[in-house]
């Protein structure tokens, strides 16, 4: 069997890359979250500094990856894997995006004290962060079944979220001078829930690398 | 699509090497079909059964059938040159003869027969109008052939080959020897002739391959591992050994 060494070692890398970032990005948003519900601005804005990683990391992908495609001519698998490095390292920016813009709730809301302890919040960040941890395993192992038990969670994330809707917008109606840091929870919310449809996206490009078929894991 | 070649199960043995096993194939009319697989897989033995070139080969013994606009070209009452005239080739070195550019297209025309020079002169402006050399060398057809550079050979290599009007077009490694200019020119040449002709080719390069056929075939060992359409061969392939091929990674 011909070996190509040096093609495979950077595909390795890609991978180890992105694992890379999905740490960071899961570390992203339990800080975030932690900083809101212990309503500590310095941690917040640690989440807000270390978003320049994960951004260098994502670049970093798609030099090593364009560099791939020009050099080696990738076809079949091969080339999927570099498709879809690209498009996972993308999908989890953004998740880092909206972990920073959870934070920088908490940074908005500094002095002022919770109008309620945060419950349904955590419980979802809990999920998505289940969601995103997997979904990073169904790509490093290749795994199906995974993404697709995965996508699967992100009922029960758009579930909670309808649920803090309501008590939010309920709140609102009774403690209206509560408005103004409700609204920003709900954005919280919004902000969770749109991590989860990332991992969902990362599910999707797993089937796609496996198949080489594009499904719709995000209904 | 409809096919022009069905190739039904197909052996051929050199002596007692088996060089190609029970092949099945349907290839194409007015489309590009590619030959892929490493060296002695039968993807040149292959093509030149399809105008019987291995005739001349000593201890070729040909089992199963390969039928051109449905007739079958092994049949007895079939005659070569009739076949050759339907079925036209262009090889890896460019074999132009020492002729003038003129003569060289002319040649099978005369062969079969015409001779008006104003007919003559016509299948050779329009042969080589068709292989992309016209504009190049209109203006001294009479010089010799030879004095063409590589890539301007295999053009007229490709035009002396359309001069008879053949249906088909097999081209054998026909850019190997071509600088990557010369080759990208013949691409599109390829590209505009499968309009009118049905073109096998045979290459290495598989990047090739996958720029210009329409349908793509992986032989490995005498057998048609997968026969498939090109973009989804070189996208995803169903068979194993094909990835492990078009990934560089066989051996």
Known sequence: MIRRTGFDQQLEELKNLLKNMGSHMVEALDLAVSSLQNMDADKARRVVEQDARLNAMEEQIMEIGSRLIVTQQPVAKDLRRILVAFRIASDLERMGDLARDVAKVTIRLEGETLIKPLVDIPRMTEIVRGMVTESIESYLKENTDLAYKMAGDDDQVDHLYSVILQDLFKYISTAPEGANQAMLLVMVGRYIERIADHATNIGESTVYLVTGSRPDLNQ | ?251
Not at chain 2, 62 to 78: A, L, P, T
Not at chain 2, 138 to 160: T, V
Request: net charge negative; aromatic share 8%.
């Open chain 2, 1 to 251: 699509m409809a096919s022009i070649i069905e190739i039904d199960q197909l052996d051929l043995y050199y002596d007692t090497f088996h060089a190609l096993k029970k092949v099945n194939l349907s290839i194409p009319e007015k489309a590009v079909t590619a030959f892929i697989g490493p060296s002695g897989c039968g993807k040149s033995t292959l093509l030149r059964t399809l105008n019987r070139m291995n005739d001349m080969v000593n201890g070729v013994r040909i089992e199963g059938s390969v039928k051109i606009s449905g007739k079958d070209v092994y049949r007895e009452d079939i005659y070569v040159e009739e076949l050759r005239k339907q079925v036209g080739m262009v090889f890896q070195q460019p074999n132009p003869f020492p002729k003038s550019i003129y003569d060289n297209v002319a040649y099978g025309p005369r062969l079969h027969g015409i001779r008006s020079k104003e007919e003559l002169d016509g299948i050779v402006e329009r042969s080589l109008k068709q292989s992309a050399l016209w504009e190049e060398v209109k203006d001294f057809l009479k010089r010799s052939a030879l004095s063409l550079s590589g890539g301007q050979q295999q053009r007229l290599c490709i035009a002396r080959a359309l001069a008879v009007q053949p249906d088909i077009l097999l081209m054998d490694e026909a850019t190997s020897a071509l600088d990557p200019i010369s080759t990208l020119k013949i691409e599109e040449l390829v590209q505009d002739l499968k309009n009118e002709y049905t073109i096998v080719m045979v290459t290495h390069n598989m990047h090739q391959a996958a720029r210009v056929s329409d349908q793509t075939v992986f032989f490995l060992n005498g057998e048609v591992v997968e026969s498939e359409q090109t973009e989804v061969l070189f996208s995803t392939p169903a068979d194993s050994r094909t990835e492990d091929y078009i990934s560089g990674r066989f051996g």
